[in-house]
């Protein structure tokens, strides 16, 4: 039986590997990937890498010492998770691994539109995430399209650096009708309720949108473009041991830690609303150090290993 298994390996996971390697702990990663989003970068044709917090860089050292300890993870969609007298059960890629605390570190992902020019211009001027990226469009037109308040949350920070900011609604979203009218009451943001996105257009990079909006079609050029449905967290499998929030997010306490003793939480997996690589790395760090507590707290002998 393991100390820990941790399920997931984007930022969040990996440093919750981290830790638990400093704490010399019987660990297993079990994950479809090591990076997570975290491997998704936006380009622009003219984007300076100095303006970009250098947060990537920190994923790829924690990366590279997992990838060091061939044995600590395995590349498998976990699919379960049940309790068991000792501790968990969790099964992935047919096989089932057991361990005395689990942290959950699946992050969420992103909702495709499906429509012409998207997968051809994704990272190329086209994003999921506004957030990372706000303060490098000083000066520049930016086109969001989301289906809920957080496309507009993120209008409303973009405003504070873009000379211009399209915001396309998307049909049948659910919006803040208040948090609707104050951004479209500022000088540079226009607002296109009921949109329908048909199709991205550009070159090497995406140049402009077509867009369908209370009855008119709209061609909007910017010099970025970002998709932002709401992300869907990654806890299916998680359904039947705990109680998830209306959205599927995990609900967590201060040390990250569930309502089921030793199952901890970590990363936008949680909702934290943050999406942000520094904050699921420091998420993660404090899940693997509760988890380290919990196993202390609860009699687990894990010393002079």
Do not use: C
């Not at 396309?168 to 479209?184: H, T, W």
């Not at 048909?198 to 909007?220: C, M, P, Q």
């Not at 003793?261 to 936008?268: E, I, K, T, V």
């Not at 509760?290 to 009699?299: E, I, K, N, P, V």
Request: proline share 4%.
């Amino acid at each position: 039986m393991f100390d820990l298994i941790i399920v997931g390996a984007g930022p969040a996971g990996l440093a919750a590997a981290l830790y638990a390697t400093r704490k010399r702990l019987k660990y297993l990663v079990l994950s479809v990937d090591l990076g997570g989003k975290s491997n998704n970068r936006m380009e622009l044709p003219d984007m300076d890498d100095d303006h970009i917090i250098r947060a990537r860089e920190l994923v790829t050292v924690y990366r590279s010492r997992l990838e060091y300890l061939r044995s600590a993870y395995k590349l498998e969609p976990v699919t379960g998770i049940t309790a068991i007298d000792e501790g968990f059960r969790v099964t992935a890629g047919g096989n089932e691994e057991e361990a005395r605390a689990v942290v959950v570190a699946t992050g969420t992902r992103i909702r495709k539109l499906d429509v012409p020019g998207e997968e051809e211009y994704r990272s190329k001027g086209l994003g999921y995430s506004s957030i990372s990226y706000s303060h490098i469009f000083d000066g520049k037109k930016v086109f969001l399209a989301g289906d809920s308040s957080r496309v507009l949350s993120s209008a409303l920070e973009l405003s504070i650096h873009a000379r211009e900011v399209t915001v396309a609604l998307m049909d049948g979203g659910n919006y803040d009708e208040q948090l609707v009218e104050f951004v479209s009451g500022l000088d540079r943001v226009t607002v296109i309720p009921s949109a329908q996105i048909k199709e991205f257009r550009g070159g090497d990079y995406a140049r402009e949108v077509v867009v369908n909006g209370s009855g008119d079609t709209h061609l909007i050029q910017a010099d970025g473009f970002f998709l932002e449905p709401t992300p869907m967290p990654n806890t299916e499998f998680l359904s039947e041991l705990i109680e998830l929030t209306p959205t599927g997010h995990i609900p967590v306490d201060s040390r990250n830690m569930t309502v089921k003793p030793g199952l901890f939480a970590a990363g936008d997996v949680t909702g934290n609303g943050f999406e942000q690589i520094l904050v699921a790395l420091g998420e993660g760090a404090k899940a693997g150090l509760s988890a380290y507590r919990y196993l202390l707290d609860t009699g687990n002998q894990l010393v002079n290993r």
